[in-house]
């Protein structure tokens, strides 16, 4: 679990974990920096429950990093990175391994999404289900994965620990949570399982909720940052990175080729565009995007424009 000042939801989230059917498991957390009661709130937990262990970074190091110490530090079959804002059903680590466990084609298992409130009761996540991916082919798979609309809900989900140590994990711009998944989607299918329920929490301070790329910079590297700001050039650029790296599972020039049309389609070229005009002038930038972009609400897409 990465954390930073969670003291808001942490508690609910810890709860929901320790109360979990499958008790075999470890539980790090990862804090980056807090100035709040974070690990006031850690400690009172870990010294009731041994399986817990924190790790508090003496600096802030970025949301990226945060959640690949979690990945450095663990030692399980599986991995499940978590938020400090969200909740489990109780059943959700139990049904994920008996998925994992039952069959190796399967890279990740996820549950189904219901979104909360600040104060825990049920609303419309902000952000589409996504499916289970289980075409045979890694290639559809992983075009699936990179296209998926909506917020990146399985990144929540039950990893194979082998899987991610094959992987370039997270990378320090917002939105690299969609490499992980179209990463993990080469090495196998995705299936959602519906009696698993994860909960998602909005509320204000979430990062999908940060509007400045320059700030949400600093969320995600602990630095403000105009290269890192440029979101969907740094994407694409580590997709074709991870479409070189996999030719024992498919061909890298069929990566390559599906890529290089994404890239080409004219949504993307005005986002690109777009990009650079912002690290030239925010305003100019800001300008044309008014007027050739329409607006995209939050709860169509996590990415923006």
């Avoid at 009661?37 to 399986?51: L, P, Q, W």
Wanted: aromatic share 8%; with cysteine; net charge neutral.
């Amino acid at each position: 679990m990465p954390v930073y000042n969670g003291s808001n939801y942490i508690r609910d989230a810890l709860d929901s974990i320790l109360a979990q059917s499958f008790e075999d498991f470890e539980l790090i957390v990862t804090d980056n920096a807090s100035s709040d009661d974070t690990c006031a709130i850690i400690r009172e937990y870990a010294a009731r429950d041994s399986r817990i262990e924190l790790i508090r970074n003496p600096r802030n190091i970025g949301a990226s990093a945060n959640y690949n110490l979690g990945y450095e530090h663990g030692r399980g079959q599986y991995l499940k990175w978590c938020a400090h804002d969200d909740t489990l059903s109780p059943n959700f680590l139990e049904e994920c391994v008996r998925v994992l466990d039952a069959d190796a084609s399967v890279a990740l298992a996820f549950g189904s999404t219901k979104g909360i409130s600040p104060s825990g009761a049920i609303i419309e996540p902000v952000g589409e289900e996504t499916p289970s991916l289980e075409s045979d082919d890694p290639a559809v798979r992983f075009k699936q994965a990179i296209e998926m609309s909506g917020t990146c809900f399985p990144i929540f989900g039950l990893f194979r620990r082998n899987n991610l140590a094959r992987s370039t994990l997270h990378r320090p711009y917002y939105g690299s949570d969609r490499a992980v998944l179209a990463e993990a989607a080469l090495m196998g299918k995705f299936r959602r399982i519906e009696e698993a329920v994860f909960f998602n929490r909005e509320h204000e301070q979430r990062s999908i909720n940060i509007d400045d790329k320059i700030q949400r910079s600093l969320w995600q590297t602990g630095t403000k940052s105009r290269g890192a700001a440029a979101e969907h050039s740094q994407l694409s650029l580590h997709l074709f990175e991870i479409a070189s790296r996999h030719g024992d599972l498919v061909s890298p020039w069929r990566l390559r080729a599906m890529l290089v049309w994404r890239s080409l389609k004219p949504i993307q070229l005005g986002r690109y565009c777009l990009e650079l005009a912002s690290m030239v002038s925010p305003s100019i930038a800001r300008a044309a995007k008014q007027i050739f972009i329409r607006p995209v609400r939050k709860q169509e897409t996590s990415e923006v424009v």
